[in-house]
């Protein structure tokens, strides 16, 4: 499917490495949104893009539908006015309501936003019409980045690469400008993602970063593995996913899933956001319920350093 055609069918509805020792001092953008001061940015890896540190997970708040107790959009729109310019969504956040939400902003705003979406489909066919659909609702006739979604246990990674395979279709959607990035995300296994990223040429890798020893394998191999490639790493589940499993007065899961991860010893939501800016990565993806919330995320961002080596192993002994 040629660019051309999503922009014909958009105007239906409306329309290079980690820079390790930015670490603890990032850049800051040159540009002030609305009054407000420069955002702390870092490189995306190879790609030749700088992001905000703190971007806005499409699941939490954003995959609601609106009511009068939230507005989606809203929260989107104060994200951007505080100077957060990568989003994050998929097709999968309640049936694609999480797109939509931000479709409502991304109609106005395109141009500020760095915008991720991704596919769990593997095949050519389904991943084409998964974009088209993912474009639709969010209002837009491309994203900056597209990402495999969620890889598992079961996936066959050796497939995706030939002609019917989801990658083949990756490559012809950044060949016709239809996304200018393609990247992996997972948390289900830190050996699998390791193999993808080795197997094909990612610009990005999105996966869980944070202190219970449960993740340790994806910080001290697959990290480096993906640092080693020079791509843009993006951590999720800041705060161990479940609404906040890992952080203080959340609570607790019955039963671990690979979507979340909790400990007896719950600490404060500064210092996890703080763990996990101190990772050589590109930016953290993080949700949240309402838009005292995401204030509060960005003050901490704002305002506080990352945390040293030191504090990290102290933070790490203590949820273990």
């Not at 991704?118 to 088209?132: I, L």
Request: charged share 25%; proline share 4%; glycine share 10%.
């Amino acid at each position: 499917m040629k660019r051309r055609q999503f922009i014909k069918t958009m105007a239906a509805v409306g329309m290079a490495g980690i820079d390790i020792g930015a670490v603890g001092g990032e850049r800051r953008s040159r540009t002030k949104y609305r009054g407000q001061p420069a955002f702390p940015r870092r490189p995306l890896g190879k790609t030749g893009e700088e992001v905000t540190i703190f971007g806005l997970g499409g699941v939490i708040g954003m995959q609601q539908a609106p009511s009068q107790d939230l507005d989606p959009a809203a929260m989107a729109e104060r994200a951007l006015d505080l100077g957060v310019t990568y989003f994050d969504t998929a097709p999968s956040y309640n049936n694609g309501q999480s797109e939509t939400n931000f479709g409502r902003v991304l109609a106005r705003r395109r141009h500020e936003i760095f915008l991720t979406t991704k596919t769990q489909d593997r095949t050519y066919d389904g991943a084409m019409r998964s974009v088209e659909e993912s474009l639709k609702r969010l209002q837009t006739d491309h994203v900056d980045l597209l990402q495999v979604h969620g890889m598992h246990l079961a996936d066959e990674p050796e497939k995706w690469g030939k002609p019917d395979g989801g990658i083949t279709a990756f490559r012809k959607l950044r060949d016709q400008k239809v996304t200018r990035f393609i990247g992996i995300t997972g948390h289900e296994d830190a050996g699998i993602l390791g193999r993808a990223i080795e197997m094909y040429d990612f610009d990005t890798l999105l996966t869980t970063l944070n202190p219970v020893s449960r993740r340790r394998l994806y910080r001290d191999e697959l990290l480096p593995a993906a640092n080693r490639k020079k791509m843009g790493v993006i951590a999720m589940k800041v705060m161990g996913g479940g609404h906040g499993c890992l952080a203080s007065g959340n609570p607790f899961k019955t039963r671990i899933q690979p979507f979340h991860d909790e400990t007896s010893h719950q600490v404060e939501a500064k210092s996890l956001i703080r763990y996990t800016l101190g990772l050589p990565i590109s930016v953290a993806v993080i949700g949240v319920s309402t838009i005292e919330q995401l204030e509060e995320n960005i003050r901490v961002v704002r305002e506080t350093e990352p945390m040293t080596a030191a504090e990290q192993r102290e933070l790490e002994g203590l949820v273990g």
